[in-house]
């Protein structure tokens, strides 16, 4: 499908605001001032960008540890974000989730999860939601290649098909579960046949190339739009960095990264495609790339300036009442 | 007022919050007994028969017939919680959280914490425990000490019809997950139990008989055992105090240390477990909130440290009955 030029300006905008978050945290987490773990999604923008393109607030999308860019794609506040990584009252979270528990269900966010495998079989009670109250949204959920072993993501796609639920499973296979290859750990020759065997359609597309993600999402998210079921995409990426922040990465080749950050890199790749075609002109981009370093910048000294969480609010909110 | 079983009583606890709230949805294994098949719809109603009925008036949208999924069905629920619904899953047997236990206990149980007090997870599982139903080591546990020790759920162990309707509806009310247990071998025992809709406030224990002399301590089945030797005793002059927490998580320390301060003597008894039970959690509590009122040791009556045994003569024996309970009550008057 034609987008407009102002569809392609937001979707850069959301692509490069992944970025630049990413590659930023990766900096101010070798300062240690970040508590715990995080994962970088810098690599894959292009698919959480064109999964959640056609979403609207009242979707729904469960998500990985590696959750930045989904919910950033998804339209969580940039700011929100940055205050929950460095465990801060202000972030979204109020510092109690941390990076891998960035919820924002206002957004339609579920949270990211720091259990492998946890996203599909929270997406498809969002999408029972959807069904029974006949509201016609969808849900989606963010599984990894390693994710996609695990016997929750199985029984979900079952239950989807079963039930005829609207949700679309989408399979980021980044090369690695970890430090193990998907080419060792997923047992079938694709993730996607996998899913098709469980009776729905599925597509497999180069997760570097945000047209081809967003083609196969947009009609996932028709079908389940109009009641025909679940589907499921695999799109393949790589990841630019480790596994986790810190992550020295010898299971990899030397060049393996800068390989990748040289031929698939998801980002220039997009530029090329949306200047060449001359619907929008570098300077654009370029203003863009401006806006999102200056709120990168602005949500990084507000996050180091916050205030952590009182520590009353420890014994808060474990139930609404009790 | 009517008489009526512990399975109809929770029967219509469902029937009232369904018609009460359209987003209140049932879904688990058999539930409408099942569908897919070449006989009758309904068939099951439940694999103990407590949904029977339901899916005529609600339809199969409503009461919904999973596959044997039980990960996706506690995950599919725990999700449908969070964006709106109030989903009842049936886990059929309690001893099934083995293979789904990671979307109640990483899940549904912290949602609210880690996400800053912003989500709420409206969901109640039903599930069964209990020995005695000769079904052996996998269909006869009551792991409720496990649910017990996980801060975010409520635990309920209704232990009679009454209190099984007014605890499931305020279960089905509550925001907060519920795990609502079921004992086996309660479901026909018969109560009053009115026809309209009441609920029973979590965190509040029913005194089920009154004594000076000692305080027992029962939960879910085990209160029968301790009215029966509370009865019994009373030909001796001997008054125990049966107190039935109903939940476990709250729980309503308050009204056993009441009781404790008046009776000096504290026994308890609890299918849960020999290690960690529930017994010994309250018995730790007691010891350090009331220790100056206790005259003598604290009893428990626990089941050995075994798995469940399917000979029934060895099933018997594992069960904590009558007879251990009131060994245990003269050892300490």
């Known amino acids: 499908m034609q987008l407009t030029s102002d569809e392609l300006l937001r979707a850069y905008r959301t692509m490069k605001s992944i970025r630049e978050f990413e590659e930023r945290l990766h900096a101010e987490n070798a300062t240690g001032d970040i508590p715990g773990f995080i994962h970088l999604y810098a690599g894959q923008e292009a698919i959480a960008t064109a999964v959640c393109f056609d979403l609207g607030t009242r979707d729904h999308i469960g998500s990985t540890h590696r959750g930045h860019g989904h919910s950033i794609a998804k339209g969580c506040d940039i700011r929100g974000m940055m205050l929950e990584i460095f465990g801060r009252r202000a972030g979204l979270c109020g510092g109690k989730g941390g990076s891998m528990h960035i919820a924002d269900l206002d957004h339609g966010m579920l949270g990211a999860n720091a259990i492998v495998g946890g996203a599909p079989i929270l997406a498809i009670g969002a999408a029972l939601t959807s069904k029974v109250r006949g509201d016609r949204t969808v849900a989606i959920s963010f599984t990894g290649d390693g994710g996609s072993n695990q016997g929750t993501v199985f029984e979900a796609m079952n239950m989807a098909v079963v039930l005829k639920l609207p949700c679309v499973f989408v399979f980021e296979n980044n090369g690695y579960g970890e430090a193990t290859g998907a080419s060792y750990a997923v047992g079938a020759p694709s993730i996607a046949g996998r899913a098709a065997a469980f009776g729905m359609p599925a597509t497999a597309v180069d997760g570097t190339d945000f047209f081809a993600v967003h083609d196969a999402a947009r009609a996932g998210i028709a079908r389940a739009r109009n009641g025909e079921g679940p589907s499921a995409i695999e799109a393949t990426a790589v990841r630019f960095h480790g596994h986790f922040e810190g992550d020295a990465q010898r299971y990899r080749a030397r060049d393996e990264t800068a390989n990748c950050r040289r031929s698939m890199d998801c980002l220039s790749r997009f530029r090329g495609q949306v200047t060449q075609s001359g619907l929008v002109s570098p300077g654009q981009l370029e203003l863009i790339d401006a806006e999102v370093l200056a709120l990168i910048d602005s949500a990084v000294s507000g996050a180091r300036a916050a205030a952590p969480p009182a520590i009353d609010d420890l014994l808060t909110d474990v139930y609404l009442a009790y | ?333």
């Open chain 2, 1 to 333: 007022m009517a008489t009526k079983s512990y399975r109809q009583a929770l029967n219509e606890a469902l029937a009232h919050e369904m018609r009460r709230d359209p987003d209140v949805v049932i879904m688990g294994e058999d539930v409408a007994g099942g569908a897919g098949g070449t006989g009758e719809v309904d068939a099951y109603g439940g694999p103990l028969g407590v949904t029977k009925g339901l899916i005529h008036e609600f339809g199969a949208g409503r009461v919904i017939d999973t596959p044997i999924t039980e990960s996706a069905i506690m995950g599919m629920a725990a999700g449908c919680a969070m964006t709106g619904l109030r989903p009842v899953a049936e886990l059929m047997f309690a001893d099934f959280l083995g293979v789904c236990l990671d979307p109640i206990y990483n899940q549904a149980a912290k949602f609210r914490y880690m996400f800053g007090g912003k989500a709420r997870t409206p969901l109640v599982v039903r599930t069964t425990i209990g020995a005695g139903f000769r079904a052996a080591a996998q269909h006869s546990q009551s792991p409720y000490h496990l649910f017990t020790s996980i801060p975010g759920l409520k635990v309920v162990l209704p232990s009679n019809a009454y209190d099984a309707k007014g605890l499931l509806i305020q279960a089905i009310r509550d925001d907060d997950p519920v795990i609502f247990l079921e004992h086996k071998l309660l479901y026909d025992t018969v109560a009053e139990v009115p026809d309209e809709a009441y609920v029973i406030p979590f965190g509040e224990a029913a005194i089920t008989r009154t004594g000076k002399d000692v305080t027992v301590v029962a939960m879910s089945r085990m209160v029968h055992f301790a009215n029966e030797v509370a009865d019994r005793l009373l030909a001796e002059r001997i008054a125990v105090e049966v107190v039935d927490p109903r939940t476990t998580s709250p729980l309503d320390l308050d009204t056993i240390i009441e009781s404790v301060s008046k009776t000096g003597r504290l026994v308890l008894i609890d299918e849960s477990a020999n290690r960690c039970s529930v017994a010994a959690d309250i018995a730790a509590l007691v010891a350090e909130h009331a220790f100056t009122a206790l005259k003598a040791p604290i009893r428990l009556v626990l089941p050995p440290h075994t798995p469940v045994p399917f000979a029934p003569i060895l099933e018997d024996a594992y069960i904590p009955g009558p007879a251990r309970l009131e060994a245990a009550i003269r050892s300490i008057l």
